[in-house]
T-cell receptor, first 117, second 115 residues
Framework: DTGVSQDPRHKITKRGQNVTFRCDPI?????LYWYRQTLGQGPEFLTY????????KSRLLSDRFSAERPKGSFSTLEIQRTEQGDSAMYLC???????????????FGPGTRLTVL | GDSVTQMEGPVTLSEEAFLTINCTYT??????LFWYVQYPGEGLQLLLK?????DKGSNKGFEATYRKETTSFHLEKGSVQVSDSAVYFC??????????????FGKGTLLTVNP
């Protein structure tokens, strides 16, 4: 399977614990995005990487959230001291920058569903 | 900031009925527009896109036309099938400084097609 993969698919944790999610993008894609989706809502942008550089973070991304893409390939999203309000589906997407610039299709992974008890 | 407003669901149709899901947007520049679909238990998939005014995106019998004058990108299909049952998301992408083409999504519309 050469699509975007995410691990784990489901995570249940207790409030106050730390969690880490992993995203493996399509191998040649240099752009990587994290989104969060809550029930009945569309995905909301969290953060963006071009290669290994984190170039933009949403105001939704509090200080408890950190994301990395150390070698420009896979990415991790860590949430420290989880709160019940962090319960959501966390989606990863990747795309290939066009040589002419502009938007290109983002391919989404299946998501990690986080439940904070 | 950018925003997308799409028709609230759920929408329930009989097989072979005509489908329209309305989508309007607010953007500061000239965004690209997308429809994504999420089938039960699966991830988001791109259904169609349009990158400039008057472009028509089409795929699997679905169509949407980029209307700049009405800031709309309504999704249509002439004859729906049971297999089209899914959640449909309208989205836009506009450069947010540098090379970030993040997507801004609507809330989604659940479509159920009955045989």
């Amino acid at each position: 399977d050469t699509g975007v993969s995410q691990d784990p698919r489901h995570k249940i944790t207790k409030r106050g614990q730390n969690v880490t999610f992993r995203c493996d993008p399509i191998s040649e894609h240099n752009r990587l995005y994290w989104y969060r989706q809550t029930l009945g809502q569309g995905p909301e942008f969290l953060t963006y990487f071009q290669n290994e550089a984190q170039l933009e973070k949403s105001r939704l991304l509090s200080d408890r959230f950190s994301a990395e893409r150390p070698k420009g390939s896979f990415s991790t999203l860590e949430i420290q001291r989880t709160e019940q309000g962090d319960s959501a589906m966390y989606l990863c997407a990747s795309s290939l920058a066009l040589t002419s610039g502009g938007a290109n299709e983002q391919f989404f992974g299946p998501g990690t569903r986080l439940t904070v008890l | 900031g950018d925003s997308v407003t799409q028709m609230e669901g759920p929408v329930t149709l009989s097989e072979e009925a005509f489908l329209t899901i309305n989508c309007t947007y607010t953007a500061t520049g000239y965004p690209s527009l997308f429809w994504y679909v999420q089938y039960p238990g699966e991830g988001l998939q791109l259904l169609l896109k349009a990158t400039k005014a008057d472009d028509k995106g089409s795929n699997k019998g679905f169509e949407a036309t980029y209307r700049k004058e009405t800031t709309s990108f309504h999704l249509e299909k002439g004859s729906v099938q049971v297999s089209d049952s899914a959640v449909y998301f309208c989205a836009l992408s506009e450069r947010s400084g540098g090379s970030n083409y993040k997507l801004t999504f609507g809330k989604g519309t659940l479509l159920t097609v009955n045989p």
